[in-house]
């Protein structure tokens, strides 16, 4: 089975700390994908990447980076985090040919205080 | 821009009957629809994936329609259970994966099937 696994399941930050959400897939994906999930708004995405050390901006991408030095690692760094980015983040990742359904890790609960 | 449509009312059905979820979206048709199951706290799973030429799919006791004329896909749960109690999150694939291949999610319906 694909696995993604997630950094933290619940993290509490203070605003203007620098945070680092890691995720990890066991299966080979080339594509991996940060979202944020809010009520009433679903899941919007942040940031794509399709290769070691390539990104897309996703729709939502003010204030985030990311970084994926190794194929199965992508990095999501809030450079300076805020209260209005206290979210539920998901990572997932997917292949590129086939069947292209994504596989989602169990999600950070981030709060920003 | 795409918007996608699924009704933000819960859906509450009883068991043994039918539960049937729109997901409705304007513009363009996409090239792929995809359908996630997400329960509380967890990170969604996916279901079912049908294509633009395609009208149905089916999987157990899931089926998904999909009508471009209407632009709009359905999503049927037969004889459900209380197991089958889940947020139900519809996805548009407009580049049909590649390196370009990104989701657009709808906000998702939460299904309760009661007994």
């Keep these: 089975d694909v696995k993604v696994t997630q950094s933290s399941r619940y993290l509490v930050k203070r605003t203007g700390e620098k945070v680092f959400l890691e995720c990890v897939q066991d299966m080979d994906h080339e594509n991996m994908f940060w979202y944020r999930q809010d009520p009433g708004l679903g899941l919007r995405l942040i940031y794509f990447s399709y290769d070691v050390k390539m990104k897309e901006k996703g729709d939502i991408p003010e204030g985030y980076s990311v970084s994926r030095e190794k194929k199965e690692r992508f990095s999501l760094i809030l450079e300076s985090a805020s209260t209005n980015q206290t979210s539920m983040y998901l990572c997932a990742s997917s292949v590129t040919t086939g069947l292209y359904e994504q596989y989602f890790g169990p999600g950070t609960r981030l709060t920003v205080t | ?115």
Excluded: M
């Design chain 2, 1 to 115: 821009s795409q918007k996608i449509e699924q009704n933000s009312e819960a859906l509450n059905i009883q068991e043994g009957k039918t539960a049937t979820l729109t997901c409705n979206y304007t513009n363009y048709s996409p090239a792929y629809l995809q359908w996630y199951r997400q329960d509380p706290g967890r990170g969604p799973v996916f279901l079912l994936l049908i294509r633009e030429n395609e009208k149905e799919k089916r999987k157990e006791r899931l089926k998904v329609t999909f009508d471009t004329t209407l632009k709009q896909s359905l999503f049927h749960i037969t004889a459900s259970q209380p197991a089958d109690s889940a947020t139900y999150l519809c996805a548009l694939d407009y580049f049909g994966g590649g390196t370009a291949s990104k989701l657009t999610f709808g906000t998702g319906t939460r299904l309760q099937v009661t007994l």
